[in-house]
């Protein structure tokens, strides 16, 4: 589990810009941190106009855009948001990161499809478990839930397997697929895990109120003593509630 958290932490940070961080002036990092200041203290306003100059400033280097669209997007204002995380890869193309943010924009006003295509496109340039977090989202928004399971199983779990998220929406598609064995222990290694996002807490709680009106019971140990190759044959043999999308890529 170590190697694969530094494994995310590698990826995560990892900036394909040719700017190193120790080159951006002074001024600018002393105005992020003063945006960032504000912001905790829930200042937004004053804190997007410091980030908004540390950016420029700090130009060519990416991840302040990254920030400032990150400060906007919690402001409500989506569209500015959006041409920060451009700009941000524009600045550095191999910068993940904002790339990831517009995949949560699309994913959150239900644009599943092309939410779907643009991380097809994505992964095949770098394997960056948070671009396969969203395809899985959106292969599950969409009913294609072996599909859904094996990035998740495949791709996102060997990169990072200490994720809430991976886990929440893994118990997700289990349920859909009605193999409770697997959203038994789906919920459980997300319970052992601090959550980053309300949404997928509120996630994993809809997954526990589908079990109990199945009376299906997710606090019994059964979950663990099944091992993750057995957990991974059963999700591919086993159809129950899925749709057929088995093959489909």
């Known amino acids: 589990m170590a190697r694969a958290s530094l494994l995310n932490d590698l990826q995560r940070w990892r900036?394909?810009?040719e700017v190193s961080p120790d080159s951006v002036p002074e001024r600018a990092l002393g105005l992020a941190e003063e945006a960032r200041s504000y912001r905790r203290a829930g200042e937004l306003g004053a804190a997007e106009a410091r980030l908004q100059l540390a950016a420029r400033l700090a130009e060519p280097y990416a991840p302040l855009y990254y920030e400032l669209g990150q400060l906007r997007q919690a402001r409500g204002d989506t569209s500015a948001a959006r041409q920060d995380f451009q700009r941000a890869r524009a600045m550095a193309p191999d910068y993940a990161p904002p790339e990831v943010s517009v995949l949560?924009?699309?994913?959150a006003r239900e644009k599943h499809e092309r939410?779907?295509?643009?991380?097809?496109?994505?992964v095949q340039e770098q394997s960056y478990w948070l671009l396969y977090l969203p395809k899985a989202?959106?292969?599950?928004?969409?009913?294609?839930?072996t599909e859904a399971r094996k990035v998740l199983r495949g791709r996102c779990e060997p990169l990072n397997d200490e994720s809430y998220a991976l886990y929440a929406?893994?118990?997700?598609?289990?349920?859909?697929?009605?193999?409770?064995?697997?959203?038994?222990?789906?919920?459980?290694?997300a319970e052992a895990l601090p959550p980053r996002r309300s949404s997928?807490?509120?996630?994993?709680?809809?997954v526990r109120t589908v079990a109990t009106e199945q009376g299906r019971s997710l606090t019994e140990a059964a979950g663990?003593?099944?091992?993750?190759e057995e957990l991974r044959e059963r999700a591919d043999t086993t159809r129950g509630g899925a749709?057929?999308?088995?093959?489909q890529q």
């Open 15 to 17: 900036l394909a810009s």
């Open 104 to 107: 949560r924009q699309l994913l």
């Open 115 to 122: 939410a779907l295509a643009r991380a097809d496109s994505l």
């Open 137 to 145: 989202r959106a292969l599950l928004e969409r009913g294609r839930l």
């Open 169 to 189: 929406l893994l118990a997700d598609t289990y349920v859909g697929m009605e193999v409770w064995d697997g959203v038994r222990w789906a919920v459980q290694q």
């Open 200 to 206: 997928f807490v509120e996630r994993v709680s809809e």
């Open 224 to 228: 663990d003593s099944i091992s993750s």
């Open 243 to 247: 749709t057929g999308e088995e093959g």
